[in-house]
Each structure stands twice: as structure tokens, then as C-alpha cells.
């Protein structure tokens, strides 16, 4: 089945400690978007590729990093920059003609103590 | 930059009524496009319907129904014979539209509205 795998579904760490959160998929899909959602706040554009090698800041990249590496990897590392890491990630990808169509993965909870 | 405004925390009705969640978004762009994206208890977020800004007949999808206003901004949901699985999150989305080999972008959402359907 194709599609996109976000793991794990919950992830706990210790403040001051980087983590990564894993997005692949076989979509064949060009383009891969990271976003965060918090309670009230909707959600809101962290990191977004359109090739390998090459990614864009969106609205809220302080404090975090991505690499795109291969086609079907977007992983995003939660530094120990950023100052509320606890969220909802989600991951989605699309095609660059049709960005209208994103795919969206389950997501990782992450909780930082 | 563009924003969307989604101004009603949350909303509750009875089965089999209709209900109508409201957006409004501000934007210089010309061409984009809106959507309305669900998301139950499990967090998967699920595409409910997309409309085109330059096409001025409004989408519908089964039971779901948009009012597009472009002068206004104005981007509303209607669901018509709410079941108890319309229980969920919705949030509004907004993507300009770029021109043929203009890249991709990313999504902006409003905050949402929390939609209970009442047995």
C-alpha cells in the first residue's frame, strides 16, 4: 500500500535532548512538509522540500532541522533549541504540480519532560 | 503572508441537523485554493472538500457543501444531515495557487472548530 509512515506514534525525551522524528513514503512524491499542531493553535508550517537536498523554512523553524537526503525520507530533528517541543507532528507529502493534493501521515506525539 | 480565521471554538448540534462552520482568510494572492480538512479522535487529518478560487461554482462533496465568497473572504462549510460521525475537528486551509513549475507550499490553517454531533 503506499503511503506515509510517521514513527513512533508517541515519543518521550528529556528536556535538553535532540530527537528525530522519522517521515517516509512511497508516494513518489517530490514534495514533503513538516507541521505542528498544539491545543487551540491549528496547524502551522515548521519545514517543507521540494527536491532532495533542498528544503525551505516555513512559518515556525526556530529550533528545529530537517535533511532530505533521499526522495522518500523527511526527518526532522527536535533540537534542545526549541523552547516547547511538546506537540503533535504531522508529516505529509504531494507532488510539486499538484501541492493542493497532501497526503497526510498519523503523526508523532512528542513529550518533552 | 495569509491568515485564516476560524471564530468558532466549537459547535454542537443534534443528528440529522445541518450545521454551518465559518472562515474567513486575508490574503493578497489572486489564485489559491481553500480546503476544509477533518480530524476525529485517531488525528488522522482528512481531506473534506477543496474549492478553487477562480471557479465561482461552490463544491460539494456528498453531504458537504462550501459557500465561497471571494470579495468577501469568506469560506464557509455546510453539513447537511450530521451524523455522529461528523464528530471531529475541522479546520480550514488556505494554498496559493502557483504558476506552472512555480514549486510547492505549504498549507496555513486556521485553528480550528471542534464539531460535536449529539445523539
Known amino acids: 500500500d503506499g503511503g506515509i509512515t510517521q514513527s513512533p506514534k508517541y515519543l518521550f525525551r528529556k528536556e535538553g535532548q535532540n530527537v528525530t522524528l522519522s517521515c517516509e513514503q512511497n508516494?513518489?512524491?517530490?514534495?514533503m512538509y513538516w507541521y505542528r499542531q498544539d491545543p487551540g493553535q491549528g496547524l502551522r508550517l515548521i519545514y517543507y522540500?521540494?527536491?532532495?537536498?533542498?528544503?525551505q523554512k516555513g512559518d515556525i523553524a526556530e529550533g528545529y532541522s530537517v535533511s532530505r537526503e533521499k526522495k522518500e525520507s523527511f526527518p526532522l530533528t527536535v533540537t534542545s533549541a526549541q523552547k516547547n517541543p511538546t506537540a503533535f507532528y504531522l508529516c505529509?507529502?504531494?507532488?510539486?504540480?499538484?501541492?493542493?493534493?497532501?497526503?497526510f501521515g498519523p503523526g508523532t506525539r512528542l513529550t518533552v519532560t | 503572508a495569509q491568515t485564516v480565521t476560524q471564530s468558532q471554538p466549537e459547535m454542537s448540534v443534534q443528528e440529522a441537523e445541518t450545521v454551518t462552520l465559518s472562515c474567513t482568510y486575508d490574503t493578497s494572492e489572486n489564485n489559491y485554493y481553500l480546503f476544509w480538512y477533518k480530524q476525529p479522535p485517531s488525528r488522522q487529518m482528512i481531506l473534506v472538500i477543496r474549492q478553487e478560487a477562480y471557479k465561482q461554482q461552490n463544491a460539494t462533496e456528498n453531504r458537504f457543501s462550501v459557500n465561497f465568497q471571494k470579495a468577501a473572504k469568506s469560506f464557509s462549510l455546510k453539513i447537511s444531515d450530521s451524523q455522529l460521525g461528523d464528530t471531529a475537528m475541522y479546520f480550514c486551509?488556505?494554498?496559493?495557487?502557483?504558476?506552472?513549475?512555480?514549486?510547492?507550499?505549504?498549507?496555513?490553517f486556521g485553528k480550528g472548530t471542534h464539531l460535536i454531533i449529539q445523539p
Open positions: 508516494l513518489n512524491h517530490d514534495a
Open positions: 505529509a507529502s504531494s507532488t510539486v504540480q499538484r501541492s493542493y493534493e497532501q497526503y
Open positions: 486551509a488556505f494554498l496559493p495557487q502557483r504558476e506552472s513549475g512555480g514549486g510547492a507550499d505549504g498549507l496555513t
Open positions: 522540500s521540494q527536491i532532495v537536498n533542498d528544503f
